[in-house]
């Protein structure tokens, strides 16, 4: 009942930057929070970053003062700016977004199918 479509990853060198963004659609009421996630091969999935209706935001320690994340609430969209990229960022990074439906007034918690960022010279 909701989508969220990623685009934006790819192959950037080490200390490069790059921009994900992610669109929510369908049958939403409102969006609590939005997030990135990521997972690297043979590790569990880690959040990244997280922002919610209200602005606060929140980042994993390793991407603080790199990435940055925002949202607008009225596209239901959320960007995620990552600077200074290290190899240890790659990784399929996943768009979360939690909130309540319409109509039903039912939660609903969805992610999207994932996009690879490769940092690599």
């Known amino acids: 009942q909701v989508q969220l479509v990623e685009s934006g990853g790819g192959l950037v060198q080490p200390g490069g930057s790059l921009r994900l963004s992610c669109a929510a659609s369908?049958?939403?009421?409102?969006?609590?929070?939005m997030g990135w996630y990521r997972q690297a091969p043979g590790k569990q999935r880690e959040l990244v970053a997280g922002?919610?209706?209200?602005?606060?935001?929140n980042y994993a320690d390793s991407v603080k003062g790199r990435f940055t994340i925002s949202r607008d609430n009225a596209k239901n969209t959320v960007t995620l700016k990552m600077n200074s990229l290290k190899p240890e960022d790659t990784a399929v990074y996943y768009c979360n977004a939690n909130g309540q439906l319409l109509i039903s007034m039912g939660s609903f918690d969805s992610w999207g199918q994932g996009t690879q960022v490769t940092v690599s010279s």
């Open positions: 922002i919610t209706s209200g602005g606060r935001t």
């Open positions: 369908g049958s939403i009421f409102s969006i609590y929070a």
